[in-house]
């Protein structure tokens, strides 16, 4: 990857695709639509690390999914929770071991809870946590998912 630096007015520029890793974001799909997405990695899950994102208040969780690109290895009986941050088993929505362990798609819609269950309406713009409620991370190393929750929000 090259990088060009001006000297004339002290500008870089850096040519090529930018490495993020740990990518969330909002994507807005059609009218009040919306997926946010989140890069899960074995390192994420190890560190509970997620980038600043919020649940606006007022939205209503549609549906969820992931899909598993590289499979996870996980500690028996281990359960991810993503949801409002301190509250990730309450409202949010869980993740078993068998489900991150084997490579696909797979909805987690009936695994929704709380204000973020299906047709519920969140209360308070929500920053968003993760959290193990059963289990660990054994290799750090090894996993790589996006989960995308949908929602409409006006």
């Known amino acids: 990857m090259s990088k060009e630096k001006s000297e004339l007015r002290g500008v870089s520029t850096q040519y090529g695709a930018y490495s993020t890793g740990r990518a969330t974001g909002i994507v807005k799909t059609e009218g009040a639509n919306h997926q946010m997405v989140v890069d899960l990695t074995g390192e994420a899950l190890d560190d ?21 690109e590289e499979v996870f290895d996980l500690t028996a009986a281990s359960v991810v929770e993503f949801g409002e941050a301190g509250a990730e088993a309450t409202n949010g929505v869980s993740i078993t071991e068998a489900i991150l362990e084997s490579e696909g798609y797979t909805d ?11 047709d519920g309406l969140t209360d308070g713009s929500d920053l968003v946590g993760l959290a193990f409620s059963a289990g660990g991370v054994t290799t750090i190393s090894a996993g790589k998912a996006k989960l995308v929750i949908e929602y409409t929000y006006l």
């Not at 509970?48 to 598993?68: E, L, N």
Request: charged share 5%; glycine share 6%; proline share 9%.
């Open 108 to 118: 987690l819609t009936s695994a929704l809870s709380g204000t973020w269950a299906v």
């Open 48 to 68: 509970f690390i997620t980038p600043p994102q919020h649940m606006p208040d007022g939205a209503t969780v549609t549906k969820a999914y992931v899909f598993v």
